[in-house]
């Protein structure tokens, strides 16, 4: 595939004069979100079909994009009702008018610039966590959906779960009274005896394209699917994968999506030396907020609660009570007290999804922000990323929430950022 | 206090300890180089690089550790002369001696901890058809107008994927900056 092929305004906008006229008419071209029909069929793409994207390729789907044939043909399976469209080009996908929005569940290296995409060519988006890659990715994304007004649910589905929910309105209405820290207990990371030597792509992979915007480097199936997580570049590490999850759940319970204070972050953890993976094997980080002052933690290994044990999740302490939740994704689960747990009259209602992709559909009928915003995606991944930084740059870094900016480690800044491989470019 | 001072300097480790552990079939004794690497400093940075570029696997890893670790200790807050000897000895790894992955990871340190002092070696690397996508790489993140101007002589390359990717930088940059 052409990875070099400049991308058009008219690709990016979907005008092009061969393609048939839609059945219905998509949101795309009415506009902006909220004017479609409550029972208007929402045509969605999947751009990432193995792996976590496996799970989003419904019977309907309108469009199918994976850079792996085998990846291709299994999703193509399980598309009963009609016929979609088959790519491995992404570009082709956001194309198309009978495409109204795409979910996207790549690799994290690709998720911002095809949300920046879609929401360019005027696709509404749901991207699979993490967030992104980097700080600056995650403003972009913020900075895309609002200027085309598109609606943009990254998808950390804990906040559509009803356990998560009842977890949320016990502590937000004074459960444990003020929360003084959270600790989050996790597994450690993968590791691997390999050394990575370059093999030979196997067919049907379009490697230059899974790459994408990430710097060049060989083949090897360890740094492919599933376990580019444990390479930094492209996958940093269950902190920046389940992390957010984790933190997805602690910024809600704890009120924090819209703190835009400074945070404190210092990570340790043991590198992992007997092979190519270079996340460190073991991880602990230790996050500080003022105002109102309180601690996060992060341990990879870590010490589940004894009370309510689960292979992850995280202690809620405050200066009344405590509380378990565990995990952080759509098997999240919590103590019997919270499960029972009404809002008082006149207390903190919390926002409800009937489920996240529910949500999301019914937001871009709607007009309403979803449960998993992308400005809420960017300011928890925020939270992770700063981990890898602090444990990267091996020193305790201060973050200016604000500003998005660090304070006073001008090195710090330039990780907030990550040049693409050309052709790749976040820019219009 | 003092005590734990002196002990410390005592287990100081020297560039050669350290790189014989780094080289030493021990997994014990490669770790805890790794985690002392920083206490050497600078005069690591040329014998890890050539560690990296070794036949053992398992050395050549530790070696890239430590040497990443040495790179961002020496770009720490404060630390301008650490910093600009770190530089120095990153430009002799960028060199066509030197492996292409070593060159590369060279490179990749000298986007986070080189200034105006690391754009011209990196503005002559831009069209080397080896690792000139990743000098391209290294000179979008290095703020300041050194960059600019070292990414702008490659405007006049021949090759027109390297004018292209050179354009896309400058627009990246002149991006981050309005915003």
Redesign the interface.
Known sequence: MDEHRKVTRRELFGTGAAIAMPAIVPASVIGRPGRQGANDRIRVGVIGTGGMGTHHVAPDTAALCDVDDGHLAEARKRVTQGEPFVTKDFRRVLDREDVDAVIIATPDHWHALMTVMACRAGKHVMSEKPTAKTIAEGRAMVNAARTHNRVVQIHAQGRSNPNAHAACTFVRNGGIGRVRRVDVWHPVNFTTDNWGAEEPIPAGLDWGMWLGPLRRMPYHHQRCHFNFRWLMDSGGGFIRDRGNHALSIVSWLTDNDAYRGVVTCEAKGAPHLSGFFDVPATMDVNWQFRNPDWTLTWSQPGKANPRFPGDWGATYTGDRDDLVVLGGDGGCDTEPKAKEFKAPPGGIEIYRSPGHRENWLECIRTGKRPVMDVEIGHHVITLCILGNIAWRLGRKVTYDFARERFVGDEEADRMIYEPYRAPWSLEG | MHLNLQALLAQRPTAATLMADIRSGD?AL??RA?EQA?LVGTSLIVPLGNAAGGTD??AA??A??AL??VA??C???KAASERKAAVRELVKLTTAASPRHVR?EAL?LL???GGADATGALGGLLTDASIG??A??AL????GPASDRALRRALTASDD?IR??VE??L??RA??RR?
Do not use: K
């Open positions: 997994a490669r770790a790794v920083t696997p398992a890893r530790a890239i550790e990443r670790r961002h200790h770009a720490r807050p590369v990749y986007g986070f901890v996508e990743e391209r790489l979008e993140r290095i703020p994927s292209r990717a896309q930088s627009e990246a991006g981050r915003r």
